[in-house]
């Protein structure tokens, strides 16, 4: 068994540094931390039911619903009717949001870069086994 210890003031300073990181980035915007996230994953995908989105940030829908607000408000995210399921809403970038995550998402994949660096090709192909494993175990 790993020491638990070790391993929680590792996750803990890298969660801060990488945290620290992304404060940094974001200050330079209008925008909140939370909500370059959700212009992150939507960015990644076409587009995501509130639910979806939700569970994908780690928050709650009524959490994700003000969150959205602003950005719809901002004229970055456009709410769309879901045509399999008439119940639901989806939530995808409009143009000017697009535009937002392609910068940010150029520097995720700049700092990337650097911390692949850092790992041999194994080493960065079992990093990204173990995070996903992770974020399923979340």
């Known amino acids: 068994m790993a020491d638990i210890e070790g391993l929680s003031a590792l996750i803990i300073e890298f969660y801060e540094k990488l945290s620290s990181w992304e404060h940094a980035v974001v200050r330079g915007s209008a925008l909140t931390l939370p909500q370059m996230h959700t212009?992150?994953?939507?960015g990644q995908h076409t587009s995501l039911r509130?639910?979806?989105?939700?569970?994908?940030?780690?928050?709650?829908?009524?959490?994700?619903?003000?969150?959205?607000?602003?950005?719809?408000?901002?004229?970055l995210v456009a709410r769309v009717p879901n045509e399999s399921d008439r119940r639901s809403v989806l939530v995808e970038l409009t143009d000017r949001?697009?535009?937002?995550?392609e910068e940010h998402h150029r520097l995720h994949l700049g700092l990337t870069g650097e911390l692949?660096?850092?790992?041999?090709?194994?080493?960065?192909?079992?990093?990204?086994?173990?995070?996903?494993?992770?974020?399923?175990?979340?």
Do not use: C, P, S, Y
């Open 39 to 42: 212009l992150e994953i939507l």
């Open 50 to 75: 509130m639910k979806e989105l939700a569970a994908k940030m780690g928050v709650t829908t009524g959490t994700l619903t003000v969150t959205v607000d602003r950005l719809e408000k901002r004229a």
């Open 97 to 101: 949001g697009r535009t937002l995550f």
């Open 116 to 138: 692949a660096a850092a790992l041999g090709e194994e080493e960065a192909a079992a990093f990204a086994a173990t995070l996903r494993k992770l974020t399923q175990a979340f």
